[in-house]
């Protein structure tokens, strides 16, 4: 089965420009997470989804970061406006309904902000 | 919120020797979880563990699940130069998925 898709892979931008991501999960996966991954670092949740709806988004920066999943399959991460230390990998996961289960990581995309 | 501790945080072994990470919570663990990411790649899930004392092998992986649920192992016998990467544990209880800052090995040729 296919994997995760993420786009763009890299990104570099300039700090207090826009920047958006995009997600699309395995197909038939309800559940779809963002990670930020700072270098030497874990991963670190900012958001979750199950379906269409926000199940945590706890740790979600909300006065710059922001995210969607409007039709319950892709989602978009938008940071607006950017700041140096948003420079990080940005994953995204999915997995079925079941609780607890293991998650499936995309690529990642590589933000850079100068 | 839940924290976990992984230690250490940097492994170099040379080829052939053995390497242990740990997981350690404060608090008792409904599971763990164990991931693997390459340099540059993503993290790739390992094992699932759930119960008291669980021990799990996946060839030369060894994961082990301690009785209080407070704490786990990963060892990896006689390492091999594709074992190279940061092996994170996850655990989560009430909360979300929560990974460990993970133990970067390296192994020598």
């Known amino acids: 089965e296919a994997g995760v898709a993420q786009s763009p892979r890299y990104k570099i931008i300039e700090k207090r420009q826009s920047v958006a991501f995009w997600c699309n999960p395995i197909?038939?996966?309800?559940?779809l997470y963002w990670y930020q991954q700072i270098l030497g670092q874990g991963p670190k949740l900012l958001i979750q989804f199950q379906n269409n709806g926000v199940v945590d988004d706890s740790q979600l920066p909300k006065d710059r970061f922001s995210a969607e999943r409007l039709k319950g399959v892709d989602s978009t991460l938008k940071i607006q406006p950017a700041k140096l230390e948003d420079s990080a990998v940005y994953l995204c996961?999915?997995?079925?309904?079941?609780?607890?289960?293991?998650?499936?990581f995309g690529p990642g995309t590589r933000l850079l902000v100068l | 919120g839940q924290q976990v501790m992984q230690i250490p945080q940097y492994q170099h072994v040379q080829e052939g020797e053995d390497f242990t990470t740990y997981c350690n919570s404060s608090t008792t663990l409904s599971n763990i979880q164990w991931y693997k990411q390459r340099p540059g790649g993503h993290p790739v899930f390992l094992i699932q563990l759930v119960k008291s004392g669980e021990v799990k092998k996946q060839k030369r992986l060894t994961f082990q699940f301690g009785e209080a649920k407070k704490n786990s192992s990963l060892h990896i016998t006689a390492t091999q130069t594709t074992d190279v990467g940061t092996y994170f544990c996850?655990?989560?209880?009430?909360?979300?998925?929560?990974f460990g800052k993970g133990t970067r090995l390296s192994v020598i040729a």
């Open positions: 996961a999915s997995n079925s309904d079941l609780a607890q289960e293991t998650q499936y």
């Open positions: 197909s038939g996966h309800a559940t």
């Open positions: 996850a655990v989560s209880g009430n909360t979300p998925l929560v």
